[in-house]
């Protein structure tokens, strides 16, 4: 799941400190990583993480890797500070995301349902509007996380998105590809998988993978614009159902993120079929080769 | 599910036979019909049918994995549907046979392309949607799903393509209006990818490098299948556990008969009731 090699240097990103408003709090990722939470304006959270070189999803120290602190920061957001809007961003300026570490992933027990689809199930049902501010590049794995956000915001002079399975040899799991047959047209989708087609800024705002173009200011704006703080506030009836609404639209990523269990089964199943059905082509073929000679 | 009348005249498609390249094998369809596999380019297989399941298998089994066309020898029809009496009444027929080349294309590990030479109407469309990209004649032909119009529903795995493949306003047009699309229109809805013929279509290969696609991952593993599988699950799904459909059907039909006479029964009273 990863792509380009590793960055040589890393820059926080280009939007200055000061900006980024008010910390509110901070949590360690990994030994060299760190995941800042900032309040640029009321109600509007900014959730910065880094951990060199490329901000890889992995499950080195399963404790402490990014996709823990994240979920310990929304955790903390949700139950802590007035409902509002929260906005993901990496502090590697090349990198949104580097994706998996597609070994590690492969080889932990538990990686793909503990911690990657926790989070993802997280953010897909989290009762206020998430932004996911692309910075940079966004591959695999990467992408995936940030369809999982309800917006996605891309910096228009760098980076490229794609999902990149096909020339790995590695397949899609069951909530991958459910997520992006949801939230992207058939033929955006087809392009994504089966061609593995790097997407610039531009062309991925066209196509509806991304909502808008730029940084943080214009995230802010696009919050302004959308009233998306207000969105996650009470309703007439004094009920909040924003998350449950998610819940519901996103209702089969999210039954194939909670139910994992049953891929397992299934894809056992999926090989046995398959092997079989390859063993009766090449059988027909045979009594077909056998004809043909006569 | 067959809509216009057969035609009078066969003629084989307008590409020439050197273009469409080397002959690999052909096979035998009924006492009549004849399919031809070509190869008109390394590495890509243009297969003249109209069964073809068992091109298929030969091809992945003999064959360098690259990409699969598929075409028509008739010039004026990609094919003209299902014969929709005998696919009533033959035992099996949609699983056995249709569902089975449905499933396979649909799950077939290379990029498989369906050249539209000319018509392709309700069954024929639906091949064509099974495929992972369509090409149109832009001068011939009309693609066009006209159940409504002959008064025959549509199987579960029949309208889950579409709601898989092309967004709900054309689906709706489809399925609701029996519109028949020309070329220019039906690529403006993404029901075909690009307009053309054979030449148009290896171009079309070149340029999104299909046939890399079919090769082996960084990783030594070929995927392709793999990924189309978890794409069109939905698809497959109905495709493969067709079982339960008839009891689903049953289930439909008493229901709405049910349905029907709690109707009746709710306006008698009201027209009762208005009488007083």
New interface residues.
């Given amino acids: 799941m990863s792509a380009d090699a590793s960055p040589k240097r890393e820059r926080t990103g280009s939007d200055s400190a000061a900006k980024r408003g008010e910390v509110l709090f901070e949590l360690p990722i990994g030994t060299k990583g760190q995941l800042i939470c900032t309040r640029p304006k009321d109600k509007v959270y900014l959730i910065t993480f880094s951990s060199p070189p490329d901000n890889r999803l992995t499950s080195v120290c399963l404790a402490r890797t990014p996709q823990a602190s994240i979920l310990l920061a929304l955790d903390i957001i949700e139950t802590r500070y007035d409902a509002g809007v929260v906005i993901t961003t990496s502090g590697i300026e090349k990198f949104y995301s580097n994706g998996l570490d597609l070994e590690h992933a492969s080889f932990t027990p538990g990686f793909f349902p503990d911690t990657l689809y926790a989070l993802w199930r997280r953010l897909l049902t989290y009762p206020m509007p998430t932004i996911a501010l692309l910075n940079g590049h966004a591959f695999a794995g990467a992408l995936m996380l940030a369809m999982m956000h309800d917006y996605r915001m891309m910096n228009p002079h760098k980076g490229y998105v794609c999902l990149n399975?096909?020339?790995?040899?590695?397949?899609?799991?069951?909530p991958?590809?459910s997520i992006f047959?949801q939230k992207v047209?058939?033929?955006t989708?087809?392009k994504l998988?089966?061609?593995?087609a790097r997407y610039k800024a531009l062309e991925a705002f066209k196509e509806g993978i991304v909502d808008w173009l730029g940084g943080l200011d214009e995230a802010l704006a696009y919050v302004d614009e959308l009233k998306l703080v207000q969105k996650a506030g009470k309703g007439m009836n004094g009920k909040q159902v924003y998350g449950d609404l998610k819940r519901e639209m996103w209702r089969e990523t999210v039954d194939y993120l909670e139910n994992f269990g049953a891929e397992d089964g299934r894809d056992f199943m999926?090989q046995t079929r398959?092997n079989r059905e390859?063993e009766v082509?090449?059988g027909?073929?045979k009594v077909?080769e056998a004809r043909?000679k006569l």
Avoid at 165 to 174: C, K, M, Q
Avoid at 193 to 196: C, E, G, I, K
């Fill in positions: 399975e096909v020339e790995l040899g590695a397949p899609l799991r069951p991958m590809t047959r047209s058939a033929q989708y087809r998988v089966l061609q593995a999926i398959r390859r082509a090449e027909k073929v077909w043909a």
